[in-house]
């Protein structure tokens, strides 16, 4: 894993909601580009849907050593309107624990960390949320994007959240913090692909997709090759009008003699070991979705049975 140099963005906050500059932090970040990019995704798609640029929400997933913390992957969490102010929104905690434990189960060594969001300044709003989410991690990390964001440094910023006495009251504030891009070889093979196609719409390709087309033609290329010898040998063995050329025939010997571990057992049993891994692990993508499906459809049920239950309770009670 490689990290770059440090990044700090220092927009101009509201003083309610932060610490005292004088407040030092007390976890450091590893940030992964692959949480940036699903936060852009997840803005951009959402505005594409609607029309309008609003503010999305999500989970931060990661793993956690002493006080460092590894953000490596995220998911989007679903928000209610809040029941006092319809312009506002709450947080589906029965939503967010349910992919958590589900990720858990996939992912066993990723932890729950904190939440993301996009804007600019932090808010009182902000404040709200994050006591939400400390229901279910005690000390979670906010990271904020800003899609709009002007300056040449990467429009993100991390903070954790810490406890001080304000003129006699408890308040909860935040401190900024600065994090690492951490990246590993997966990652830098995406982020390289996603540059090439995102800067213009020309017809770059990346690294990764010239080799894949390369290896495609090399492949398209060689069974049409071997399809010409099979053809041929196959209309000198049905007595086509094909002349049988002895030294073509000795060739085609020879390359066949050049590939023994074709005829080898230890090939058959590594190839139906191959072919039944990857059997197995489509078939457990559907199942996967199958229970996720049963999974909503129960969730329903129960929501309707419950105002079911509760409507007859009232009637019996008029």
């Not at 209610?80 to 349910?98: M, Q, R, V």
Request: charged share 20%.
């Amino acid at each position: 894993m490689d990290t770059s140099d440090s990044f700090s963005e220092k927009p101009s906050l509201a003083s309610s909601v932060m610490a005292p500059p004088t407040t030092a932090p007390s976890i450091s970040i590893a940030l992964h580009p692959l949480v940036i990019i699903n936060i852009s995704e997840h803005w951009t798609r959402v505005r594409a849907q609607t029309g309008k640029s609003s503010k999305v929400y999500g989970a931060l997933l990661g793993r956690q050593k002493g006080r460092t913390i590894e953000l490596c992957t995220s998911f989007e969490m679903k928000m209610d309107p809040n029941p006092n102010d319809d312009s506002l929104e709450d947080i589906d905690l029965e939503f967010l624990n349910t992919n958590i434990s589900q990720f858990k189960q996939v992912f066993s060594d990723f932890d729950f960390l904190g939440w993301y969001t996009t804007g600019g300044e932090l808010t009182e709003r902000d404040i709200v949320l994050h006591k939400q989410i400390c229901t279910i991690n005690e000390s979670p990390v906010l990271l904020k994007l800003d899609p709009f964001g002007k300056h040449t440094d990467l429009p993100v910023s991390v903070y954790e959240s810490v406890i001080d006495i304000i003129d006699g009251d408890v308040k909860m504030l935040f401190i900024e913090l600065e994090f690492t891009l951490a990246t590993e070889e997966a990652e830098r093979i995406g982020v390289d692909h996603i540059c090439q196609h995102s800067h213009s719409n020309t017809m770059v390709q990346s690294a990764v997709a010239d080799h894949l087309n390369a290896q495609y033609s090399a492949i398209t290329l060689l069974n049409n090759r071997i399809r010409v010898i099979y053809e041929y040998v196959k209309a000198i063995k049905e007595n086509k009008n094909v002349k049988k050329n002895n030294e073509i025939l000795r060739e085609i010997q020879s390359l066949c003699h050049r590939l023994p571990v074709m005829n080898s057992p230890n090939f058959y049993k590594e190839f139906y070991t191959l072919y039944n891994d990857v059997t197995w692990i489509s078939y457990l993508a559907v199942i996967m979705q199958g229970s996720n499906t049963l999974n909503q459809y129960l969730n329903k049920f129960l929501v309707m049975y419950d105002k079911t239950i509760t409507k007859r309770g009232r009637s019996i009670l008029i």
